[in-house]
């Protein structure tokens, strides 16, 4: 802008979000994400479903998932079943409140923030979900 | 021998120095500083002595500055130096352009410019390397400034009429629930500038018995 101007961005009061579960996979560098409205266990565990048919595809034996302590990767209904999915999953923790550790928060998560929903409205939910969605896809997978 | 003197008012004077202390010109400041030494009593052949020129030379400089000022003495010197290929005037306002639209109808997925988009977007245009440094000094020039945007209300004129119905709704409900409370007049809620008004005429009885 011109000196002494300042760009206005227009909004509507309310503001509703929405959630993605986003995995790195190593060593392709790919993402396989999910978008949803809300974020609980169930909506973890059908994210977790994506992937074993992910891996049912490529044929892969054993897949190790590294995650944060996020409340819906603790809960009692991921742990039961975790548990059951003991053939080809294996699931380590990162030691609590250190997001400096995880790549998804510094590779991804923070270009994706500033990137797209930083500094502009989309109006409706739809049109945020299509902008997440083209730019994860255009990052990888 | 007979030494001819040079005399300036004080706001001449002022604006000399000004100059002198401005110029990135070194010809410009030997010229100015021909003058202060002059303005100081010294004869011609020293002070071409002092500034390694012949003394004609400084002649010729205080004579043109009495005639024409400050203008006598400016460089006359245009069009040197090689021209600039890639911050010529064309392709400043091409950026102008630019920067008043969003990324994203260039095809990119961000929402605000960056320098270093803005260096991947015109190397694709002119078909020249250009650094961000380079762009930064276009940019520089243009007088243009990042500054982060401000978030604001679609229909923010509603939003403050109904705040304050819903404000002034809060007054009298708290007023009302306390006991044996005076209450609040109406004059305080419907008119706030009638409180304003009793204050100015109390201010101006107050002057009035003094005088």
């Not at chain 1, 080809?88 to 929903?117: G, H, Y």
């Not at chain 2, 400034?145 to 705040?163: F, I, N």
Request: include cysteine.
């Amino acid at each position: 802008m011109m000196k002494g101007e300042q760009q206005k961005i227009y909004h509507k009061g309310s503001n509703r979000k929405i959630n993605a579960f986003i995995t790195l996979l190593y060593p392709s560098n790919k993402i396989k994400f999910k978008i949803s409205k809300s974020r609980t266990s169930a909506d973890f565990i059908n994210h977790l479903k994506s992937i074993g048919n992910y891996i049912k595809k490529n044929k892969i034996k054993r897949f190790i998932l590294v995650t944060d302590n996020a409340t819906f990767h603790v809960s009692r209904k991921t742990k039961q079943f975790i548990e059951n999915q003991l053939h080809w999953l294996t699931v380590i923790f990162l030691p609590k409140r250190s997001p400096n550790l995880n790549p998804v928060e510094t590779r991804v998560n923070r270009n994706l923030k500033k990137d797209v929903c930083a500094n502009h409205n989309y109006g409706t939910e739809e049109n945020l979900t299509n902008a997440v969605t083209r730019y994860l896809r255009c990052i990888g997978c | 021998m007979k030494v001819e003197h040079l005399e300036l008012s004080k706001l001449k004077k002022a604006e000399l120095y000004d100059f002198m202390k401005g110029t990135r010109d070194k010809e410009e400041y030997r010229r100015a500083s021909a003058i202060k030494q002059k303005l100081e009593g010294l004869p011609y052949r020293t002070i071409a002595t002092n500034l390694d020129v012949n003394y004609r030379n400084v002649y010729n400089w205080i004579q043109e500055y009495k005639e024409h000022g400050l203008d006598g003495i400016r460089s006359k010197r245009k069009n040197a130096g090689r021209i600039p290929k890639i911050s010529s005037d064309k392709n400043k306002e091409k950026v102008k352009e630019i920067i008043s639209k969003s990324p994203r109808t260039f095809g990119y997925l961000k929402n605000t410019w960056s320098i270093r988009l803005l260096a991947t977007y015109i190397t694709t245009i002119l078909g020249m390397n250009v650094s961000p440094m380079q762009t930064w000094r276009i940019v520089h020039d243009l007088g243009i400034v990042s500054k982060r945007p401000k978030l604001a209300l679609e229909h923010a004129e509603d939003y403050t009429k109904k705040k304050k119905i819903v404000d002034n709704y809060k007054k009298v409900s708290a007023a009302l629930l306390k006991k044996n409370s005076p209450g609040i007049r109406r004059r305080d809620l419907a008119k706030p500038s009638a409180i304003h008004n009793q204050y100015i005429h109390d201010e101006r009885r107050a002057t009035e018995d003094i005088s």
